[in-house]
């Protein structure tokens, strides 16, 4: 499939036979999602959910209710959307996906009494896992709270020391608290590990003002899809100072990443 071009998916897809196997329904639904077909996208996921059900339940269960979740949000029926995606979580509570679409919800629904709530009744049912900390993180760090998102990642690395994609996040969310020394740091002392951790590194000299060499060995696709996670901290972030500068000093970096100007300003 074409991941920049979801019109040019649905003219493949659609000239196939018309099959009802999961992989198709979920592939179809997607594409219609990324095209706001949604309507059509509703009847593949739905389709999946009646479909025998497979042995982890991914295609047939917790993808397409995911689906339909967020459907449900982009209609504003929040509750709608929250009991989906409990559904979902139920068949698989570990879920990463699941996990961060119930924190996410439960918040907007509930506020952080009720997400609170949640925590203590998702421990008391199923344990701590690293996947709800990891869950209460992205979510605080979406919702600009830097500080209390990297607290989050901070306890699941303590549990998960050498899982680098934790203490990736937890630079982004020293980035978004305008912690910009140490965010470089810790994202210089993982970039052996994990490459995308150099658009940190690249991203807090930016902001800094200070010259970058780097080099690493990503396609373009790569560097683009490393880098996002990078803005989105600091387009999330209370600073506005911090924002300003990283916009202000965004030219630098248009040879390399040409779509940031007009990302920013979306």
């Known amino acids: 499939m074409y991941p920049d071009d979801p019109a040019r998916s649905l003219e493949i897809l659609n000239r196939w036979p018309q099959e009802k196997s999961a992989p198709y329904l979920m592939a179809r639904a997607g594409e219609y999602e990324k095209t706001a077909r949604l309507s059509l996208a509703m009847a593949d996921y739905r389709a999946c959910l009646h479909l025998p059900r497979a042995r982890d339940q991914q295609l047939t269960g917790v993808r397409p209710l995911l689906g339909l979740s967020r459907i449900a949000m982009m209609a504003g029926r929040q509750a709608d959307a929250y009991k989906l995606a409990k559904k979902a979580m139920e068949k698989s509570p570990r879920d990463p996906e699941a996990l961060f679409a119930m924190v996410s919800l439960t918040r907007l629904t509930k506020g952080q009494q009720g997400l609170k709530k949640f925590r203590r009744d998702y421990e008391d049912k199923y344990g701590w896992c690293t996947e709800l900390s990891v869950a209460l993180g992205d979510d605080a760090l979406m919702s600009g709270f830097p500080h209390r998102a990297y607290g989050c990642f901070m306890h699941a690395s303590r549990k998960n020391p050498d899982d680098v994609s934790i203490k990736l996040r937890m630079a982004q969310a020293l980035l978004s608290d305008n912690r ?16 995308a951790a150099w658009m940190g590194v690249l991203l807090c000299d930016l902001i800094e003002g200070r010259d970058s060499r780097i080099d690493v060995d990503m396609d373009q696709q790569q560097l683009d899809k490393a880098m996002r996670p990078w803005i989105d901290a600091v387009r999330v972030s209370p600073h506005e100072k911090l924002k300003q500068t990283m916009a202000a000093n965004a030219p630098a970096l248009m040879h390399v990443f040409p779509w940031l100007s007009a990302y920013l300003a979306a």
């Open 180 to 195: 910009i020394s140490s965010a470089a740091e810790l994202a210089l002392s993982i970039s052996r590990q994990l490459p």
